[in-house]
């Protein structure tokens, strides 16, 4: 039911929008500006995902995210836009619209295009078979199946999903890192036990 309302009713809703203020039709945009363009977007997407993702993990905002985390045991791809409205629209949706607003105007169907592939990435990082082939092939700056496999049986790591490897790039600035850490303790201790 969750997945039928976040994909039929809130998406379509907020694709018209987006669409309707930020994009102008392809014709205007070379090939290489189109690329430029959903690259820019799945990593503003990714961003913006990790944010919200990792403060939904602490103790004042963990209700928005509580429902997905009954997936822990039996992780499928369904599971994967298995969450509240809330979190769809803040850690799925608005990211785009930041996108949107910030890169504007952007190609007709780009946010199309990333949205297509950040949805099917979603699915795959939530694929129990492809854990131990994703730790293998996947790259150092992806988000793996083992990778989120690994946040869903002990919440307090590996935030980032479905794409840009978040948690691994604040690795390499250790003052950002500690940054963040400082950012998101704000919003109270993070969530280290199963959500039952």
């Known amino acids: 039911l969750y997945n039928v309302v976040n994909h039929c009713m809130l998406a379509p809703i907020v694709y018209a929008?987006?669409?309707r203020l930020f994009a102008s039709p392809s014709i205007q945009f070379t090939p290489?500006?189109?690329v430029?363009?959903?690259?820019?977007?799945?990593?503003?997407?990714?961003?913006g995902y990790y944010c919200t993702h990792r403060a939904m993990h602490t103790k004042t905002l963990y209700w928005a995210h509580k429902y997905h985390h009954r997936f822990n045991v039996h992780i499928c791809p369904i599971a994967a836009s298995a969450v509240t409205q809330v979190e769809y629209m803040f850690a799925y949706l608005i990211?785009?619209?930041?996108?949107?607003v910030l890169m504007q105007p952007v190609p007709m169907e780009t946010i199309a295009v990333a949205g297509l592939a950040?949805?099917?990435?979603?699915n795959l990082i939530h694929t129990p078979w492809?854990?131990?082939?994703?730790?293998r092939v996947v790259p150092w700056i992806g988000v793996s199946t083992a990778d989120h496999f690994d946040h869903h049986r002990k919440l307090t790591t590996n935030y980032a999903a479905p794409t840009?490897?978040?948690?691994?790039?604040?690795?390499?600035?250790p003052p950002l890192e500690r940054a963040?850490?400082?950012l998101f303790a704000a919003f109270g201790k993070p969530v280290a036990c199963s959500s039952k």
């Open 180 to 182: 963040a850490s400082r």
């Open 95 to 100: 990211p785009f619209i930041i996108a949107g």
């Open 36 to 47: 430029l363009h959903y690259a820019s977007c799945v990593a503003i997407h990714s961003a």
């Open 32 to 34: 290489a500006e189109r």
């Open 130 to 135: 492809l854990e131990s082939l994703s730790h």
């Open 118 to 122: 950040i949805g099917h990435i979603n």
């Open 17 to 19: 929008v987006g669409v």
């Open 164 to 173: 840009i490897n978040v948690d691994r790039l604040l690795k390499l600035a």
